[in-house]
């Protein structure tokens, strides 16, 4: 084998099952820091004493990193190092910071009540992953081909749930045995081995692995490439602004706001309607979320690839509007076991989906000049769509209770499919301004 046909083969822009296996496994690395703490240390915690207050501590700090990635994108945008690619220093970086900060957490062994240390050990790694969610995602945006976005996206959020549920399963495990120093290492670990992995790739051909490798910017990088703040934020806003980006806004607001009801609906139906503990409900839902996760790394892209984006939105879109309306019709069956695991499995099935077949048109509609900005404007749209569904619940019981959620969803689900329907959002990645009316 020749050094250029070696160099090919690991060069992401000239290799499709080289990206999509990348996007994929760099998602997955996503899940593990997030399985660790976001439900197998507070799990420890409160196995050992800690109360609803420290644990709700530790996991808001968890969780703050999350609420801020907006900055994420502006910073990876208007600084990088050309020379190993637009993104990738960046994911080295990230990582990098993950394993540090980890292998520090298992030398210091926080207890469960060193809760300010256990804090801010959640929001180091947090934040470190942030940075390399955004990362990911504006590597997808600059390297994925029209034909591949659908099946990338189902590779990345499928990746994501199953390394979730198997990081979470793996750490819990290794907790209860050997101790929380020891499920540190083993995460540590595990995003040393991807970091290495990312070390030996290329972005575009001739770029350097390493700073002190050989290798020059790619022209297509240093042409797109926008130096200082104010282009940064024109560019950006000037995107987010045209009619056919606001008119995008409102489906991104419904995903959001269905996992903002069903999040919390789910363990209130659990225990209040079906009479199961904490522990009955998290395993039916972690079980649930693996579930998921193949379906969206299996089906979720070959949905895309066999009928659009467009017309795999509106279907899964009119799936979700038939589930919310058969729990509407069905309240008195909510009791029953097997009718309450059904829900469950339905609802992140779809939620996986539905994320997975809007993506590619969030990546399209992305300037990639501001990619890594303005895709996470729109993941953030629907976070507040989350923020918007939970607040709704939390007032439900003065309106109808659960039941009168479900017709709210109903009704959100049947705009976005009018817009989805009506709106011409691209099939392919234009520049903003020469957006035509295309169906997918």
Same mark, same amino acid.
């Given at each position: 084998?020749?050094?250029?046909?070696?160099?090919?083969?690991?060069?992401?822009?000239?290799?499709?099952?080289?990206?999509?296996?990348?996007?994929?496994?760099?998602?997955?690395?996503?899940?593990?820091?997030?399985?660790?703490?976001?439900?197998?240390?507070?799990?420890?915690?409160?196995?050992?004493?800690?109360? /609803?207050?420290?644990?709700?501590? !530790?996991?808001?700090? @968890?969780? *703050?990193?999350?609420?801020?990635?907006? +900055? &994420?994108?502006?910073?990876?945008?208007?600084?990088?190092?050309?020379?190993?690619?637009?993104?990738?220093?960046?994911?080295?970086?990230?990582?990098?910071?993950?394993?540090?900060?980890?292998?520090?957490? /298992?030398?210091?062994?926080?207890? !469960?009540?060193?809760? @300010?240390? *256990?804090?801010?050990?959640?929001?180091? +790694? &947090?934040?470190?992953?942030?940075?390399?969610?955004?990362?990911?995602?504006?590597?997808?945006?600059?390297?994925?081909?029209?034909?591949e976005r659908a099946r990338a996206s189902g590779m990345m959020f499928g990746g994501q749930a199953i390394g979730i549920a198997t990081s979470t399963a793996l750490t819990g495990s290794v907790i209860a045995l050997y101790g929380a120093s020891a499920a540190y290492l083993l995460t540590a670990a595990l995003i040393g081995a991807a970091t290495i992995y990312v070390v030996c790739l290329r972005e575009r051909e001739g770029e350097r692995r390493l700073p002190w490798s050989q290798g020059t910017a790619h022209p297509r990088n240093l042409a797109i490439q926008t130096e200082g703040w104010l282009p940064i934020l024109k560019a950006t806003f000037s995107s987010l602004f045209h009619p056919i980006s606001l008119l995008w806004v409102p489906i991104l607001l419904t995903n959001g706001l269905q996992y903002g009801i069903m999040t919390g609906a789910t363990p209130l139906i659990g225990t209040s309607n079906v009479g199961w503990d904490e522990q009955g409900v998290t395993s039916l839902v972690g079980t649930a979320s693996l579930v998921a996760g193949i379906i969206g790394l299996t089906i979720g892209g070959w949905l895309g690839d066999r009928y659009g984006a467009k017309r795999s939105g509106i279907a899964v879109l009119a799936l979700y509007f038939l589930l919310c309306a058969a729990m509407w019709l069905s309240v008195p069956s909510w009791s029953d076991p097997l009718v309450?695991?059904?829900?469950?499995?339905?609802?992140?099935?779809?939620?996986?989906?539905?994320?997975?077949?809007?993506?590619?048109?969030?990546?399209?509609?992305?300037?990639?000049?501001?990619?890594?900005?303005?895709?996470?404007?729109?993941?953030?749209?629907?976070?507040?769509?989350?923020?918007?569904?939970?607040?709704?619940?939390?007032?439900?019981?003065?309106?109808?209770?659960i039941r009168t959620m479900m017709l709210v969803l109903c009704a959100a689900f049947a705009i976005a499919i009018v817009f989805m329907t009506v709106v011409p959002f691209p099939r392919k990645s234009v520049p903003v301004q020469r957006l035509v009316p295309a169906i997918d």
């Open positions: 084998m020749t050094e250029a046909t070696a160099d090919t083969r690991w060069t992401l822009t000239e290799n499709r099952n080289l990206r999509l296996f990348t996007v994929f496994l760099l998602y997955v690395c996503q899940g593990i820091p997030i399985g660790l703490f976001w439900f197998a240390i507070p799990a420890w915690m409160a196995a050992n004493g800690a109360d /609803a207050g420290d644990v709700g501590y !530790v996991l808001g700090f @968890v969780a *703050l990193p999350w609420t801020l990635k907006l +900055v &994420n994108g502006f910073l990876m945008d208007r600084y990088t190092f050309l020379a190993m690619g637009r993104r990738r220093i960046w994911l080295i970086g990230a990582q990098m910071l993950m394993v540090v900060a980890l292998i520090c957490c /298992a030398i210091v062994q926080p207890d !469960v009540t060193d809760i @300010v240390l *256990l804090a801010a050990a959640g929001f180091i +790694v &947090n934040a470190a992953t942030t940075f390399q969610d955004v990362a990911v995602d504006g590597l997808a945006v600059d390297i994925m081909e029209e034909d309450f695991s059904t829900i469950v499995y339905a609802w992140l099935a779809l939620n996986t989906l539905l994320v997975i077949v809007l993506l590619p048109i969030s990546m399209r509609l992305c300037d990639l000049k501001v990619a890594a900005t303005q895709f996470t404007i729109y993941m953030a749209i629907s976070n507040f769509g989350i923020t918007i569904g939970a607040g709704l619940l939390g007032m439900s019981d003065g309106f109808g209770g």
